[in-house]
């Protein structure tokens, strides 16, 4: 079966600075990847090429088959891939229903972006209760949920999260991987960065460590008892 993403030999960065250097990632149909690796490593930049908001000097992105590289950044998100920003993501003066609707208005008749809006509130009941509340009234774990729902609006069929629990308590970091994990059965592939490694491994069918633009190891669950893993990423904790 043809991958959904396969990124081959990509090598990106901005302007002068060479960032990734030779990078191979494949997400299958239905799958969960997850990348991580220390600060700096260019988890980042491997979804920006994606999305064409990086230099590319070498390889080849493809979803499902065709190159992507030379596209535009909105025709990208017109194929279905949808990216989560690292960091401050909403309208901070628009209210959650506005912050849902920016986007999926465009793309899709108003009762199907209606309907949308529905299941992500089926889905995140707090955000039903907030509905007309500005984004910036939002707890922080609210936040991300609304960050989320905003990226589902476009009904992707991959979707790219960059370090999704940022920020994020224990107890609410648990339930967004809950929530992460639950996508998979509908029907969205998924590549996510993670500064939580033993969390994101968990959920993910595989895992890519980058460090310094390589990947240098890549693998199942059964990495989380890689010695390289256990002593840098996870700190001895479990
Ligand atoms: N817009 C930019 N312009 C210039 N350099 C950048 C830009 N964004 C990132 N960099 C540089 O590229 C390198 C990789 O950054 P990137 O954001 O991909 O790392 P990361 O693995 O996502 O790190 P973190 O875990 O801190 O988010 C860093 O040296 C960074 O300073
Ligand atoms: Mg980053």
Known sequence: MIDVLEIENLCSGYGELNVLKGVNISVGENEIVALIGPNG???????????NMADISEGNIKFRG????SLKTHEIIKLGIS?????????SNLS??????????????????????????????????????????????QQQMLALGR????????????????????????????????????????????????KAIEIAD??????????????GKEILDNDAIKNVYLGGRY
């Not at 506005?98 to 108003?110: C, H, K, P, W, Y």
């Not at 595989?206 to 693998?219: A, Q």
């Open 41 to 51: 490593a260019g988890k980042s930049t491997v979804i920006k090429s994606v999305f």
């Open 66 to 69: 065709e190159a992507i590289n």
């Open 83 to 91: 990216y989560l920003n690292q960091g401050k993501i909403n309208f």
């Open 96 to 141: 959650v229903r506005e912050n849902l609707m920016i986007g999926a208005d465009q793309i899709f008749a108003s009762d199907v972006a209606e309907q949308g809006l529905r299941q992500i509130y089926d889905k995140f009941p707090d955000l039903l209760t907030k509905e007309n509340e500005l984004a910036y009234t939002l707890s922080g774990g």
């Open 151 to 198: 990226s589902l609006m476009q009904r992707p069929e991959l979707l790219l999260m960059d370090e999704p629990s940022l920020g994020l308590s224990p107890k609410l970091q648990q339930e967004l991987f809950e929530t992460i994990a639950s996508l998979k059965n509908d029907g969205i592939s998924l590549l996510i960065v993670e500064q939580n490694a033993k």
């Open 206 to 219: 595989r895992t890519y460590l980058l460090e310094d633009g390589k990947v240098v190891l890549e693998g």
